[in-house]
């Protein structure tokens, strides 16, 4: 390797955050520098320079204390190093995307971003760290930060993992209208992440809950999901009042357990349309993982009040319940791996709209009931009764019984009718598609055929779980299949 080449892949061992070592370069094709002087202006570690300094030596000049790229290769190192002209956030654009995103989920407590404060995120992300062929993960992305970032530096690949399938419809659809490299995925994250998305990132950005157990579930999931935590950055956005220092001072000790340390803290870096409580503003918390950290805790309340909250219970009256399904088991509502049994029930009743839908494609029982919300987005109405039965047609038959063990309540009662591409939800998309095609051809498509037309049909999307897709790609893959 040349020593250009041998700097190059230094400086990508840095992750995103290339600045230090880039400032290192430039001075070094300016002219004579000292090594106390490249430490002090570039504030990069003195071993880490020592290691550039290593790299470059094929084309270093030193002259007794002092370092120099030699002039016949200074042009080289500025065009590799060089950053090019920053892109500016098109705040009317912003605007208008904050402006068109579905309301929060009324089970939700989020507050939305100015989009002043999106216009901000994105600037500063794209002038602090190196986003071209880096990863950016935003763990939730109601305030719209992913189409932002995407658009002042398309090089950045940009995945958002996010619990309403209405924001991710929203996101996905104005990034493939512009050609923007953004990756939507589904998840709650009280039940993990979706396989594909841990250690996949350089960055991730959140703006979680603002409990002690909201921010150390989202941080831990972020946590998970960096590639490598050396390099790697987690940028969160957390407001308390001045009134109450404690609820601050528990919430970074949480941070703090999970093995986070603070690079930075930004005051008000933040503002938003509501919380006024904390005087509607946040800080922007740059964080450091010191290791792979643990991971969070599975969580099951994460807000300060609502069916959410940490101290939300079921009401329902569980004798009632099974006397109505004829079960003798109540299951919890995680779909991240097969539900398996022959007849089922799940208590799904604090389900704030998504979980249904993969609840019924989690589970291969021949009876299912779910228990939800009697006011869920899916039931209550024909329309969106009609939307779910459609989705889920090849595999169960639904009824719907309202008010049902009780006023607060409904029971949504699934009939095994089919079997398909909806029976293996969790294998690998581009695997059951495949094996769908050669079925359906009658065994004439050889399996490089039967790949080759599913990687056009969905293109990146083949190691992708169905079951992690948001809605909107679910029902199109179902009405094409």
């Known amino acids: 390797m040349t020593p250009l080449d041998q700097a190059r892949a230094v400086i990508s061992g840095h992750g995103a955050r290339t600045e230090p070592a880039r400032r290192v370069i430039g001075m070094l094709c300016a002219g004579p520098h000292s090594l106390a002087e490249l430490v002090r202006e570039s504030a990069m570690p003195r071993r880490g320079v020592e290691e550039l300094l290593s790299a470059l030596d094929g084309d270093l000049v030193r002259n007794r204390d002092t370092y120099e790229i030699q002039p016949s290769a200074r042009t080289s190192y500025t065009e590799a190093f060089t950053v090019p002209p920053r892109r500016e956030p098109d705040l009317a654009v912003i605007r208008s995307d904050v402006d068109s995103v579905p309301a929060p989920l009324a089970a939700l407590d989020h507050v939305q971003a100015t989009p002043d404060t999106v216009a901000r995120r994105a600037k500063w992300l794209n002038e602090q760290y190196e986003l071209s062929g880096r990863t950016l993960l935003c763990l939730g992305d109601h305030d719209l930060t992913s189409l932002a970032v995407a658009a002042v530096n398309p090089d950045v690949a940009v995945l958002v993992v996010d619990l309403d399938d209405r924001v991710l419809a929203h996101i996905d659809t104005r990034a493939r209208e512009r050609g923007l490299n953004i990756r939507c995925l589904h998840t709650d994250l009280r039940f993990g992440l979706p396989p594909a998305v841990i250690e996949s990132s350089d960055l991730v950005f959140s703006d979680p809950p603002y409990t002690p157990e909201g921010m150390a579930l989202f941080a831990g999931r972020g946590i998970e999901a960096l590639r490598d935590t050396a390099s790697g950055r987690l940028l969160l956005a957390y407001g308390f009042s001045d009134r109450t220092p404690a609820l601050g001072q528990k919430?970074?000790?949480?941070?703090?357990?999970?093995?986070?340390?603070?690079?930075?803290?930004?005051?008000?870096?933040?503002?938003?349309?509501?919380?006024?409580?904390?005087?509607?503003?946040?800080?922007?918390?740059?964080?450091?993982?010191?290791?792979?950290?643990?991971?969070?805790?599975?969580?099951?309340?994460i807000y300060t009040h609502g069916p959410q909250s940490i101290e939300a219970a079921s009401t329902v009256d569980k004798s009632a319940l099974l006397a109505f399904t004829g079960d003798s088991v109540v299951q919890q509502p995680d779909w991240t791996q097969p539900i398996t049994g022959r007849s089922l029930t799940v208590d799904a009743s604090a389900d704030p709209g998504p979980w249904l839908l993969r609840i019924l494609l989690a589970c291969n029982a021949e009876k299912l009931s779910v228990l939800v919300p009697n006011n869920h987005p899916d039931l209550r109405d024909e329309r969106g009764q009609k939307s779910l039965s459609t989705v889920v047609s090849s595999k169960y038959r639904l009824r719907f019984h309202r008010s049902t063990p009780d006023g607060k309540h409904a029971v949504v009662v699934a009939t095994r009718s089919g079997t398909g591409l909806l029976d293996r939800v969790h294998g690998k998309l581009g695997n059951m598609l495949r094996e769908a095609m050669i079925a359906e051809s009658g065994g004439t498509l050889t399996k490089r055929e039967a790949k080759e037309l599913v990687a056009a049909k969905i293109p990146g999307e083949t190691d992708l779980r169905l079951i992690d897709l948001p809605r909107h790609r679910i029902e199109a893959l179902v009405s094409s299949a």
């Not at 800080?283 to 993982?289: G, P, T």
């Open 251 to 301: 919430v970074q000790q949480e941070l703090l357990g999970i093995g986070l340390a603070f690079e930075a803290i930004l005051p008000g870096f933040h503002r938003f349309d509501g919380a006024q409580a904390i005087g509607s503003a946040a800080d922007l918390y740059v964080c450091q993982a010191t290791s792979r950290g643990r991971k969070a805790a599975q969580r099951t309340g």
